[in-house]
């Protein structure tokens, strides 16, 4: 069906910046739109940034200004750009795709295996 694959995580310094990749993979037409979220250890997940096909985004207020999300669609891939990381951002971070076009018909909320980012202090 679809798949998605996260990765550009790893082991950051505080001040650090790390580059995340969502590739959605599998018999696809099309996705309306990449979400990011992110889930740190004994806490609920959260949303950090969406965009969607047309280029329209939406930022967590903890984030914004520090993170820069984007979507390549032809690539059916996106991205997530975190700077000026803290370690209050360690956590496992999901991309999430609320609809995918596909050969076989509509598929609706896709989720990657995480990816996990750690910042040191």
């Known amino acids: 069906q679809v798949q998605l694959v996260e990765s550009g995580g790893g082991l950051v310094q505080a001040g650090g910046s790390l580059r995340l990749s969502c590739a959605a993979s599998?018999?696809?037409?099309?996705?309306?739109?990449i979400d990011w979220y992110r889930q740190a250890p004994g806490k609920q997940r959260e949303l950090v940034a969406q965009i969607n096909s047309g280029g329209s985004t939406n930022y967590a207020d903890s984030m914004k200004g520090r993170v820069t999300i984007s979507i390549d669609i032809s690539k059916k891939t996106g991205y997530l750009q975190m700077n000026s990381l803290k370690p209050e951002d360690t956590a496992v971070y999901f991309c999430?795709?609320?609809?995918?076009?596909?050969?076989?018909?509509?598929?609706?909320?896709?989720w990657g295996q995480g990816t996990q980012v750690t910042v040191s202090s």
């Open positions: 599998g018999r696809i037409f099309s996705i309306n739109a």
């Open positions: 999430h795709v609320p609809l995918t076009a596909t050969q076989r018909g509509i598929v609706y909320d896709t």
